[in-house]
């Protein structure tokens, strides 16, 4: 179910989504370090920072910390990059 009326995801969301993709992504943990690896979030001492490149596909105007909410264009730009 999306996070708003606007369908933005949450990680957990996100992962559902790149499971029936046909990813075997375990837990929100494992999707952090692969949107580490992509550059759309930065390990911040306990938190995961936003990118300032990846803010655009969150809800948010702003880098934030631990965002919530992210675009469902995220789904399609993760899947390409484990595709490669």
Not at 49 to 62: C, E, G, R, W
């Amino acid at each position: 179910m999306p996070y708003n009326c606007l369908g933005d995801l949450t990680k957990s969301e996100i992962i559902e989504a790149l499971r029936k993709k046909g990813c075997n992504i375990k837990n929100v943990h494992e999707l952090n370090v692969i949107m580490e690896k992509m550059g759309l979030l930065i390990h911040y001492g306990n938190n995961w920072l936003t990118a300032k490149d990846a803010v655009k596909y969150t809800i948010f105007n702003t880098q934030v910390y631990d965002a919530k909410a992210w675009k469902p264009v995220v789904v399609d730009l993760i899947y390409k990059f484990l595709k490669k």
